[in-house]
């Protein structure tokens, strides 16, 4: 008897220009996991400020405390990836509080895959992504904000509107 190996059926589609319009639009203060890797160092940090720039070309602006490891490495690779999350994915969030070593493709018990323009960590249970590349910086403060090019963008699946899991606090990256 032959035994099978099922894996599960991840559905990744490029989005759209509309749906990336609509996805952009809706960028502002709720909760973001930022990933971004350099050589074999993957980082991740929860931010609530993010905020669309442009529309054509699609660019967005990421404020990252300026003294975190995050900012370390995005401000070294030039890239990250903006992980969105659900409204039912609050666990998800909290685990992106205190961050635990990275092996095995694994994020916090998180796969990623790296993606296809810049190398940047993509979740792969999360429903959508910009994956950027830093294009500029404002002076370097408690915070630095980067203003970033989306090169790629991608979904779990075609959606309208993703649910966006909002934050009533303030927590910067890092």
Not at 81 to 92: C, M, P, R, T, Y
Not at 102 to 121: H, R
């Amino acid at each position: 008897m032959r035994e099978t190996i099922s894996k599960p059926l991840i559905i990744i589609l490029i989005m759209s220009k509309a749906t990336r319009r609509k996805v952009l639009r809706l960028l502002t203060y709720g909760l973001y996991i930022i990933t971004t890797r350099l050589n074999d160092q993957v980082h991740a940090g929860l931010i609530s400020w993010l905020s669309q720039a442009s529309f054509n070309p699609p660019l967005i602006m990421v404020a990252i405390r300026s003294e975190s490891k995050l900012y370390s490495l995005i401000n070294e690779s030039r890239v990250f990836a903006v992980n969105i999350l659900s409204a039912d994915q609050k666990d998800v969030a909290s685990a992106f509080f205190s961050i635990k070593e990275v092996k095995n493709k694994m994020i916090n018990g998180y796969l990623y895959e790296e993606g296809e323009k810049t190398g940047s960590p993509i979740l792969i249970d999360l429903p959508a992504w910009f994956e950027c590349r830093v294009i500029g910086q404002l002076d370097k403060g408690d915070h630095t904000v980067f203003l970033a090019e989306v090169v790629n963008s991608g979904l779990r699946k075609e959606i309208d509107k993703p649910l966006i899991l909002w934050d009533t606090g303030w927590h910067y990256g890092g």
